[in-house]
């Protein structure tokens, strides 16, 4: 626009020259000179506005080149692209709204970015497993739990049939996707021995989202209560069945034989004694497995755990034929609670002394290890075959259940020395060879000579610790 203004000045001045000039004339000057002179103000104006044309029209292509430069930038996802605003013309009102509309999309897409980093951290931080297929049944999008499940195979672009094998979990996504409903199931191929609930429900764009929520540990959970509950009405009605039938024989009897009646009765106590040590198995390992077990913990040298446990747990053999010996313990201390501890001792000592009887001689000892006590119950009975010794700490697990019930085992007795010696910080094992014998082992932390001063200061006030 400036231009065409520049130009008409120029030609409106050229014309005043020309109008001058005639005036100035004499009227015997001819149309001839007046005509040349007029021709060569033309070509001289003309001269003059072409350079000065192909300067501006330059400039302007210039400012039009940055601007298509911008619009690439800005398309190629550049939004810090800005244009030079220094001028003050119609081009100059047009950068602004171009670097307005720039920045406008440049909050918009951080907006969004932000949107989309937090979701995937969300995502991301869940413990169930998330993936997004497209509505040809690629994979979209999957959080970090679906990748350490599916590994390196699932990947963005990639059909789900292809990365997944689990027929639930694509039969739920298939459904998803064709029906636009939501689909649910169960999967259990995904990884050995997981179990998966899947929710698959339709998204608005057509593809569909599946959500897996691990349920091993609740199957677990649900299993060994189911199993609990099976072995402890089998074991209650054992003995419920023979105390019913004696006692059923003694009422039909009016007047019952005195030896019989003698017999009868001892096999009467006998279940009712197995039902009560049942009862109170269940009770202590209730107990110890409850949130508000606690300990009394103080520290205590262990040759002096070992020495008391056969001095208050000796009796228990001494009709047995069975010899109970130390073999030494370090002084060093552990944090304990004496009475936990005991019948953790009871327990592993009772039970060498009903399934290695036949080895006439149990030790009691500890050793130390780096930074712990390692404390051992060794009998030189018939031994454990190796298949059993991951799973005698299981409850009511027994190795021989036939000779379990005629010992009067209640199978808790190990589970209960398990959760007492964890409680405490440490761990149990068993090692054994069939013909040589078993030795439970387990370890307790060594206290520091600087920790024990600090507890024993402070003994009066934190003699409880919970656990």
Same mark, same amino acid.
């Given at each position: 626009?400036?231009?065409?203004?520049?130009?008409?000045?120029?030609?409106?001045?050229?014309?005043? &020259?020309? &109008?001058?000039?005639?005036?100035?004339?004499?009227?015997?000057?001819? %149309?001839?000179?007046?005509?040349?002179?007029?021709?060569?103000?033309?070509?001289?104006?003309? &001269?003059?506005?072409?350079?000065?044309?192909?300067?501006?029209?330059?400039?302007?292509?210039?400012?039009?080149?940055?601007?298509?430069?911008? #619009?690439?930038?800005?398309?190629?996802?550049?939004?810090?692209?800005?244009?030079?605003?220094?001028?003050?013309?119609?081009?100059?009102?047009?950068?602004?709204?171009?670097?307005?509309?720039?920045?406008?999309?440049?909050?918009? *897409?951080?907006?969004?970015?932000? #949107?989309?980093?937090?979701?995937?951290?969300?995502?991301?931080?869940?413990?169930?497993?998330?993936?997004?297929?497209?509505?040809?049944?690629?994979?979209?999008?999957? +959080?970090?739990?679906?990748?350490?499940?599916?590994?390196?195979?699932?990947?963005?672009?990639?059909?789900?049939?292809?990365?997944?094998?689990? @027929?639930?979990?694509?039969?739920?996504?298939?459904?998803?996707?064709?029906?636009?409903?939501?689909?649910?199931?169960?999967?259990?191929?995904?990884?050995?021995?997981?179990?998966?609930?899947?929710?698959?429900?339709?998204? @608005?764009?057509?593809?569909?989202?599946?959500?897996?929520?691990?349920?091993?540990?609740?199957?677990?959970?649900?299993?060994?209560?189911?199993?609990?509950?099976? +072995?402890?009405?089998?074991?209650?009605?054992?003995?419920?069945?023979?105390?019913?039938?004696?006692?059923?024989?003694?009422?039909?009897?009016?007047? @019952?034989?005195?030896?019989?009646?003698?017999?009868?009765?001892?096999?009467?106590?006998?279940?009712?004694?197995?039902? +009560?040590?049942?009862?109170? $198995?269940?009770?202590?390992?209730?107990?110890?497995?409850?949130?508000?077990?606690?300990?009394?913990?103080?520290?205590?040298?262990?040759?002096?755990?070992?020495?008391?446990?056969?001095?208050?747990?000796?009796?228990?053999?001494?009709?047995?034929?069975?010899?109970?010996?130390?073999?030494?313990?370090?002084?060093?201390?552990?944090?304990?609670?004496?009475?936990?501890?005991?019948?953790?001792?009871?327990?592993?000592?009772?039970?060498?002394?009903?399934?290695?009887?036949?080895?006439?001689?149990?030790?009691?000892?500890?050793?130390? %290890?780096?930074?712990?006590?390692?404390? *051992?119950?060794?009998? &030189?009975?018939?031994?454990?075959? #190796?298949?059993?010794?991951?799973?005698?700490?299981?409850?009511?697990?027994?190795? $021989?259940?036939?000779?379990?019930?005629?010992?009067?085992?209640?199978?808790?007795?190990?589970?209960?020395?398990?959760?007492?010696?964890?409680?405490?910080?440490?761990?149990?094992?068993?090692?054994?060879?069939?013909?040589?014998?078993?030795?439970?082992?387990?370890?307790?932390?060594?206290?520091?000579?600087?920790?024990?001063?600090?507890?024993?200061?402070?003994?009066?006030?934190?003699?409880?610790?919970?656990?």
């Amino acid at each position: 626009m400036a231009l065409f203004v520049l130009l008409l000045l120029f030609q409106t001045a050229a014309m005043e &020259l020309i &109008l001058r000039r005639m005036m100035e004339h004499t009227a015997g000057e001819t %149309l001839h000179r007046l005509g040349r002179e007029a021709l060569w103000s033309g070509i001289i104006a003309l &001269l003059v506005a072409l350079p000065i044309a192909a300067w501006a029209a330059s400039r302007i292509a210039a400012r039009l080149r940055r601007v298509v430069d911008f #619009s690439r930038r800005i398309a190629q996802g550049d939004l810090s692209a800005r244009l030079d605003q220094r001028r003050g013309d119609e081009l100059t009102a047009m950068e602004a709204a171009l670097n307005q509309t720039a920045e406008r999309l440049g909050r918009s *897409f951080a907006e969004i970015e932000s #949107s989309r980093h937090e979701l995937a951290t969300m995502l991301d931080s869940m413990q169930e497993a998330v993936v997004a297929v497209t509505a040809e049944g690629h994979v979209r999008w999957s +959080n970090s739990v679906m990748k350490r499940i599916a590994g390196t195979e699932i990947r963005v672009g990639r059909p789900l049939v292809h990365s997944v094998r689990d @027929p639930e979990l694509l039969a739920c996504v298939r459904g998803a996707l064709e029906k636009r409903e939501v689909r649910y199931g169960r999967a259990n191929s995904l990884g050995p021995g997981r179990i998966f609930e899947i929710s698959a429900a339709p998204l @608005p764009s057509g593809g569909a989202i599946a959500v897996l929520h691990d349920v091993t540990r609740i199957e677990a959970a649900e299993r060994s209560r189911r199993d609990f509950i099976a +072995n402890v009405s089998h074991e209650l009605r054992t003995p419920l069945t023979s105390i019913q039938g004696y006692v059923e024989t003694l009422l039909e009897e009016p007047r @019952p034989d005195a030896a019989t009646a003698n017999e009868f009765l001892q096999v009467i106590l006998k279940n009712a004694t197995r039902m +009560n040590r049942l009862t109170e $198995d269940l009770l202590a390992l209730a107990s110890i497995e409850s949130p508000d077990y606690k300990l009394a913990m103080q520290p205590t040298r262990a040759s002096e755990m070992v020495r008391d446990a056969i001095e208050s747990l000796g009796g228990i053999v001494v009709d047995s034929g069975v010899e109970l010996e130390s073999s030494g313990a370090p002084n060093a201390h552990v944090m304990v609670d004496p009475d936990a501890i005991n019948q953790v001792f009871g327990n592993l000592i009772e039970n060498a002394l009903k399934y290695g009887k036949s080895g006439k001689l149990i030790r009691v000892g500890a050793r130390q %290890l780096e930074n712990q006590i390692e404390f *051992f119950v060794q009998d &030189l009975g018939p031994g454990i075959a #190796s298949e059993h010794l991951e799973r005698i700490f299981e409850r009511f697990y027994r190795v $021989d259940k036939a000779r379990s019930r005629e010992a009067g085992g209640t199978g808790l007795g190990l589970a209960i020395v398990k959760h007492i010696v964890q409680a405490h910080g440490g761990n149990v094992r068993a090692e054994s060879e069939l013909g040589s014998g078993t030795t439970f082992l387990f370890t307790l932390p060594i206290v520091p000579e600087k920790h024990r001063h600090e507890e024993q200061a402070d003994a009066p006030v934190t003699a409880r610790t919970e656990v």
